[in-house]
């Protein structure tokens, strides 16, 4: 069983910046792909990007590409999302997700096996 805590959410102004990180509570962290979600209030929870196991290989929503970085260090089972030049849009509950992969790619959307429980992002204008 693989738990996920997210942290580092809060209130910014619009152009601000937040990090999120997300600590696994699990021995073989390098072998999950890893991956970040959100969901606005009235709306479905959309991707925002993952990284693959070893952090070769990244992938993001065209919403968040070029002002959001998802990175990892399997020594401290942490994944991190810095998110920049945050837009009121962005406001929505954050979760991050796992799911443990033999390859070194990225898994599909609907791969993922774990939830952590959310942090909520607010953007105000």
């Known amino acids: 069983q693989v738990q996920l805590v997210e942290s580092g959410g809060g209130l910014v102004q619009a152009g601000g910046s937040l990090r999120l990180s997300c600590e696994a509570s699990?021995?073989?962290?390098?072998?999950?792909?890893m991956g970040w979600f959100r969901q606005a209030p009235g709306k479905e929870r959309e991707f925002v990007g993952g990284?693959?196991?070893?952090?070769?290989?990244?992938q993001y929503a065209d919403s968040v590409k070029g002002r959001f970085t998802i990175s990892r260090d399997n020594a401290k089972n942490t994944m991190y999302l810095q998110m920049n030049s945050l837009k009121p849009e962005d406001t929505a509950v954050y979760y991050c997700?796992?799911?443990?992969?033999?390859?070194?790619?990225?898994?599909?959307?609907?791969?993922?096996?774990?939830w952590g429980q959310g942090t909520q992002v607010t953007v105000s204008s």
């Open positions: 990284i693959s196991r070893r952090g070769g290989s990244t």
């Open positions: 699990v021995r073989t962290f390098g072998m999950y792909a």
């Open positions: 997700a796992a799911t443990m992969t033999t390859g070194y790619g990225l898994p599909r959307r609907n791969e993922y096996d774990y």
